[in-house]
């Protein structure tokens, strides 16, 4: 059995099978695993994960060595952060989003003026969803008939009016909440799978659960750490691993994957499981097969322009998560999904992973991954939208902070929309694949397998259930139990 790609989904899906039998092979275009979930550092003795930086629902991660009778803790450990995330708004407030909903609900009402509870009682209503649903919604396939027989999806699917999620996000957080701060905070998690809050369905207001009422985490040695511990775990299995083989076509006879052909060789493979984004593996692995073209045109979600700075300063105010607003969310998000570009006023993300791991910079210096919602690569002109936004990340810094920037940098490395599609496979650089913006986006994501081809299986962000890291190892997990 072959795996296409080693990011997080690829080295899932491969222990998942291995730990069940099957012998594994993983191709993988680059010198290492983690796909977007890689490391690098700059010079100055500065370390940074490339691509995600949140982590919820470790427990998806702990259930992949405990099924391979292992000791999670033997590999992987992590911590449950508190607070989880700082926002700074555009009129100068602040607060901290504690761990706790409790917690979190008395900080809103003290640094924002909003009733407590009002939060208290959105996020109890948050947890009601994600606990009616995800099972539902996340852990099955949502391409096969037999999911749609079972007791629990026709519960799901009569518990969503009673919860408040019918509508937009935004809709549904502009009638839990008066202040328009606290409206933009809980709009925010439209981004967490590249959406646009004032379209994306209301289900989407559930994310809040996932950090506040089952925590977020941070992994010891940072984001990477996940995908190591699954690459040693896989190793273990005796899963092969062929680096910087790019696979360049999937072999088919008649409505049969047969195996893989490379540079390097072809190989024999009756069952091919694709982490590469389902785009690139209809259009470049695939040439002479039907594509469901239906499915590769649903619209892309957004991408990042993300700046990795090295800075020469410590600031205390500051936490692992940061995220400073624009004063115009509409717009933003206007930009991003119908003009195509980048707003003049942005929010910015600032991820600073030597807040929990100090070795991840020099002393009295910090490491900056600093983040922008940006459209995914539709051939705009990105290094001009980059020197402009750019300019606006510092401003914007600048205003929140009252330090000047510029002078401390150190160090710096720009990835951009067409480097990501260049490094991980990602059609346009979309970080998500397609977008959810609309209420049937869930279901008009491509399944976890071939409707015409026996032996072709798909994971990762791209597909069903979406992107994100856990959403990554649920699709890896389905794919597992697809094939058995």
Not at 67 to 79: I, K, V
Not at 282 to 307: D, G, H, K, N, V
Request: hydrophobic share 45%.
């Amino acid at each position: 059995m072959a795996v296409i790609g080693a990011g997080v989904a690829g080295l899932a899906a491969a222990v998942r099978l291995a730990v069940a039998g099957h012998p594994v092979t993983v191709f993988e275009a680059g010198p290492s695993f983690g796909g977007k979930m890689h490391q690098f550092s700059l010079p100055g003795g500065y370390r940074f994960d490339a691509g995600p930086s949140l982590f919820t629902l470790p427990q998806l991660v702990d259930d992949i060595f405990r099924l391979a009778h292992r000791t999670p803790a033997d590999y992987f450990r992590y911590e449950r952060l508190d607070p989880i995330t700082n926002y700074f708004f555009a009129d100068g407030a602040r607060l901290s989003a504690w761990a706790d909903a409790d917690r979190f609900a008395a900080e809103v009402q003290a640094k924002l003026g909003a009733p407590a509870a009002a939060v208290t009682r959105f996020l109890a209503r948050s947890g009601r969803a994600y606990d009616a649903t995800a099972g539902t919604f996340l852990h099955k396939s949502l391409h096969k008939i037999g999911t749609y027989l079972s007791p629990d999806v026709l519960g799901a699917l009569a518990a969503l009016p009673g919860l408040g999620l019918l509508g937009t996000m935004h809709q549904r957080h502009a009638k839990a909440f008066a202040d328009p701060r606290l409206v933009q905070l809980f709009d925010r998690y439209a981004t967490y799978n590249g959406s646009d809050p004032y379209q994306a369905p209301a289900t989407l207001s559930m994310i809040p659960h996932l950090e506040h009422g089952i925590g977020a985490f941070y992994p010891a040695g940072g984001i990477h750490a996940i995908a190591a511990s699954l690459h040693r775990l896989a190793g273990e299995f005796g899963v092969t691993f062929r680096f910087d083989e790019p696979v360049e076509e999937i072999l088919v006879a008649g409505r049969h994957v047969t195996g893989l052909r490379t540079a390097l060789d072809i190989y024999d493979f009756g069952l091919v499981v694709s982490n590469m984004d389902v785009v690139p593996t209809y259009r470049r692995l695939l040439p002479a097969q039907p594509a469901p073209e239906r499915t590769l045109a649903q619209p892309r979600s957004s991408s990042a322009l993300i700046f990795y700075w090295g800075i020469a300063r410590e600031f205390p105010e500051l936490d692992l998560h940061n995220i400073f607003f624009s004063a115009d969310y509409r717009q933003e998000f206007r930009a991003i999904f119908e003009d195509k570009t980048v707003a003049d006023d942005v929010t910015v993300y600032v991820n600073i992973t030597a807040k929990k791991t100090p070795a991840d910079a020099p002393a009295g210096h910090e490491n900056w991954f600093v983040m922008v919602n940006v459209p995914h690569d539709e051939g705009q002109d990105w290094e001009e939208l980059t020197r402009k936004t750019r300019r606006a990340v510092l401003a914007r810094l600048r205003r929140a902070l009252g330090a000047d920037l510029e002078p401390l940098i150190r160090a710096e490395k720009t990835w951009t929309p067409p480097g990501i599609a260049a490094d991980t496979s990602s059609f346009g650089g979309a970080l998500y694949g397609s977008s959810s913006n609309n209420p049937l986006a869930a279901f008009l994501r491509h399944p976890n397998f071939s409707g015409r081809l026996d032996g072709l299986y798909f994971c990762g962000g791209s597909v069903h259930p979406g992107g994100g890291i856990p959403l990554c190892l649920l699709s890896a997990k389905i794919v597992a139990e697809l094939i058995g």
